[in-house]
């Protein structure tokens, strides 16, 4: 139910707020991906961040400050007794093992994909992609740097390696033929700066028959909706606020409630409206808002490099996906497996699960020392 506010009308050589907000949104982590994309790139954020914590602090003395510690060597001393190499790492892998190596493996399948194809991302490349992003928001590249550091713990280096990087290996992976049409754009006007209607929302995790329950309730006292959804909602967010949601826009996700919602005169309560399983809605119209944009002309370079980006960003998290199911993966860390299993690589009590032609095997521990 969650909606992005309205945005304000564009000014000369401004972006329209809203817009340059979901740009922001897009870019402050480094990446054009949502959906699969974005979680990959949470995964490298967690992974750094992980592994960060197992650093000294900034100008704190070491004994083997300045270089890489070797497997051989003690990492610190208390007293007379040492820490081996060997106990921080397993200590390491035990808290962020997981997390580190699914960042190395999603890494190592795009690298595999770039070579099996030839795409490669110079360096000059993501520098130009770093210019770039840094250029729409008229920040200098310092200060965007001291944003990530701030914000995500996320060094240049980081920032260039694990989410510039792979953004932009993706892209050459999905291509450059992204079509927008006159009906995307009619689509994503409305969307953006078209009308939206003002609702209450009681939301009910339950049978059809307990929402029809609430609806009959509803009807009887159509004053009292508010008072309702604090009785009976089970959204935490708006149950406080007597069932007051972002208004609903058009083309923004389920088509059906936007559809009842528009339906609506003011003061009328929508019929059930089934959102999932067992989970159902009822509405409330308060009113409608008023667009801030009157001609699509006035916007039409901004919303149509809007739609290229969305629609890359779905051919970017569609080619990783499809270059992720025919990866042959064996986690031995999680006991996860993507391939069936080899002679003596699982025990009799191994789980496979398949799904299409992808099959996700359970490797159990004694396996794992492969």
């Not at 949502?34 to 949470?42: D, F, K, S």
């Not at 962020?96 to 795009?110: A, F, H, Q, W």
């Not at 779905?314 to 080899?342: C, H, M, W």
Request: glycine share 6%.
């Amino acid at each position: 139910m969650s909606e992005r506010t309205h945005s304000q009308p564009a000014t000369d050589q401004k972006r329209p707020p809203a817009a340059k907000n979901r740009r922001l949104i897009h870019l402050i982590a480094g990446t054009a991906c949502v959906g699969l994309l974005a979680a990959i790139v949470l995964q490298f954020l967690r992974a750094e961040k992980a592994t960060s914590q197992e650093q000294p602090p900034a100008g704190q003395a070491t004994a083997n400050s300045g270089s890489k510690p070797s497997q051989s060597q003690a990492l610190g001393r208390v007293n007379d007794q040492s820490i081996p190499y060997e106990r921080v790492a397993m200590e390491c892998v035990e808290r962020y093992g997981s997390e580190v190596l699914d960042s190395i493996i999603n890494r190592m399948i795009i690298q595999q994909e770039c070579e099996r194809k030839g795409v490669v991302v110079t360096e000059a490349e993501v520098r130009q992609e770093v210019q770039r992003i840094v250029k729409n928001f008229n920040l200098a590249l310092d200060t965007w740097y001291q944003m990530l550091q701030t914000e995500r713990n996320v060094t240049p280096q980081q920032y260039h390696r694990d989410i510039i990087w792979p953004m932009l290996a993706l892209k050459k992976l999905a291509g450059q033929n992204i079509q927008v049409t006159e009906d995307d754009m009619r689509k994503a006007f409305e969307r953006d700066y078209g009308p939206r209607v003002e609702v209450r929302a009681i939301v009910i995790n339950d049978n059809v028959r307990r929402a029809s329950e609430i609806w009959d309730e509803c009807q009887q006292t159509p004053d009292d909706f508010d008072k309702l959804a604090k009785k009976y909602s089970e959204d935490a967010n708006s149950r406080a606020l007597g069932g007051v949601v972002p208004p609903i826009r058009r083309h923004a996700g389920l088509k059906h409630v936007e559809e009842a919602a528009f339906r609506l005169q003011p003061g009328e309560i929508s019929s059930v409206i089934q959102t999932g399983e067992n989970r159902h809605v009822i509405l409330k119209c308060e009113g409608f808002t008023q667009p801030v944009v009157a001609d699509i002309k006035d916007v039409w370079e901004e919303l149509r490099e809007t739609l290229v980006e969305e629609k890359t960003q779905q051919a970017v998290a569609q080619v990783f996906e499809d270059i992720r199911k025919r990866a042959q993966v064996i986690n031995y860390l999680t006991g996860e497996s993507t391939v069936g299993p080899r002679p003596g690589d699982l025990t009799p009590g191994t789980i496979q699960q398949t799904s299409g032609q992808r099959t996700t095997s359970r490797v159990t521990p004694a396996t794992a020392t492969r």
